[in-house]
């Protein structure tokens, strides 16, 4: 209005919405399930699982010739020509018609797999046939929902075929959406799938930030690497349930963390299971200690602290380090970039203090980073108290080498005017790349050595 004395200028700053990747995981399922291939859906309890599940289908016919059993579906049956999946048969008779095969596409109905050549045919009885992929995400959702009801996960539909094609398929997904899950529960088959190593090996890259958490077997553990980071391997006892996976567990517990102050990110060795199958430990204390070794880890029992708790043993991935050590690189990485990010955005839209690239911006976006690292240590992440430092990179690195900084969490800044000499070009295009954050994440004990000393003599 013409007479108005006052006029009132409104600008907002915008908090960040706390990142939820650390928290989104994955079941793989190879057609178990009635989502369509490529698409994914949530599970909140195993209820949502079950209802999504591919049931028990009509079988027309068995007929055996020469130890080959053919069999007819009621309906196309889904696997994809020229593949060979497990399925499993059951209300047959005879009895060695029944159980998991490797059975082979012949046509869109038929299918064949191996029984004795002495088995009687055709057989008969109310028969039915399922995926063994079935089988194995029941069990998948059964152990991890075993776990609690307080973390959800997804399931995420790759269609029918062999572990050769799931591997191209979830390769396809990660590419096309990458970091959409933080985490997959990948079907047992494929750690002894050649492709699924070459694949695992492409996010040994510290920013990777992707895992695939891998049920292996004695055989075939040491096809894994140490370099093989993204990897979160364990071998299971030998006769479990047809209900359990075990590695579940330790999946649901690894989704489960959620960062704050009053609830800190503990190790991951020794973290309680429940509902999975310890491993045996007599007789088998040479096989346990390659393992460890191999950073596979196992479900153990705590009793040598007096506890009868099912806990996994060792909480590492293949490079030997617990799981917190790279969910601690990962937080760092993500809420690095989050609150960076949001601080210029904020700053280039702020009339009062406009964040400006000069000193007082750099000084602005170092107690930023500062702040983060500090929220770091009060989560359980970080190890150390904050130091801001101002040191260009090699006078960093000598104190670095001097011990100046020991058990500390450096958060250094080149100045602006020293950095923009070294790098005259980028000022002009709003470049700074003189902030480094140098830190140790926080981790937790696996062996404690006592020294005992026995002596004759009596203190005087």
Do not use: C
């Not at 990777?208 to 370099?227: E, I, L, V």
């Not at 705590?302 to 617990?322: H, K, Q, Y």
Request: aromatic share 12%; glycine share 10%; charged share 10%.
């Amino acid at each position: 209005m013409a007479n108005q004395i006052v006029t009132v200028n409104v600008s907002q700053t915008v908090a960040p919405t706390p990142s939820t990747l650390q928290k989104t995981g994955a079941f793989i399922s190879q057609g178990a399930t009635s989502l369509a291939s490529g698409t994914y859906q949530l599970l909140t309890q195993l209820a949502d699982l079950t209802s999504i599940l591919n049931g028990a289908l009509a079988v027309t016919s068995i007929a055996q010739t020469g130890g080959l059993a053919t069999v007819t579906t009621a309906a196309p049956h889904g696997i994809p020509a020229g593949d060979s999946v497990e399925v499993t048969i059951s209300g047959a008779s005879p009895a060695a018609y029944n159980g998991t095969f490797l059975a082979t596409y012949v046509s869109p109905t038929t299918f064949t797999y191996a029984v004795p050549s002495g088995t009687s045919s055709p057989a008969t009885g109310t028969i039915k046939w399922t995926l063994e992929d079935v089988a194995e995400l029941l069990a998948m959702g059964t152990t991890f929902f075993g776990q609690g009801s307080g973390q959800g996960v997804y399931v995420l539909e790759l269609g029918t075929g062999t572990a050769a094609e799931g591997v191209t398929a979830l390769s396809t997904f990660i590419q096309a959406s990458p970091q959409f899950f933080y985490s997959y529960l990948v079907p047992r088959n494929w750690a002894a799938e050649s492709t699924y190593l070459a694949f695992v090996a492409t996010f040994e890259n510290p920013t990777a930030k992707t895992y695939f958490f891998t049920t292996m077997t004695t055989s075939n553990y040491t096809s894994f690497t140490a370099q093989m980071k993204s990897v979160i391997g364990m071998v299971e006892a030998p006769g479990i349930p047809a209900i359990e996976f075990s590695l579940a567990s330790l999946f649901y517990w690894t989704l489960h963390y959620n960062p704050s102050a009053t609830n800190k990110v503990t190790p991951t060795a020794f973290t309680f299971l429940f509902g999975v199958t310890p491993y045996p430990t007599t007789g088998n204390s040479v096989l346990l200690a390659a393992l460890k070794a191999a950073g596979v880890n196992v479900v153990g029992i705590g009793s040598e602290g007096g506890i009868s708790n099912a806990l996994v043993f060792w909480g590492t991935t293949m490079d030997g380090r617990d799981f917190t050590y790279w969910y601690s690189v990962d937080w760092v990485q993500i809420n690095i970039e989050l609150n960076i990010a949001n601080a210029v955005i904020n700053g280039s839209n702020n009339p009062i203090n406009p964040l400006y690239y000069n000193q007082d911006g750099i000084n602005r976006l170092q107690a930023v980073a500062a702040a983060t690292m500090a929220s770091g240590v009060s989560f359980g992440l970080v190890l150390g108290n904050i130091v801001q430092t101002a040191l260009d990179g090699n006078t960093l690195d000598q104190e670095i080498d001097d011990g100046t900084f020991a058990a500390q969490t450096i958060v250094n800044a080149i100045p602006f005017i020293p950095y923009s000499l070294a790098n005259p070009g980028d000022f002009k295009i709003g470049k700074y790349a003189g902030f480094a954050i140098v830190y140790t994440p926080n981790r937790g004990f696996t062996q404690i050595i006592f020294n005992v000393n026995v002596t004759d003599f009596v203190a005087a």
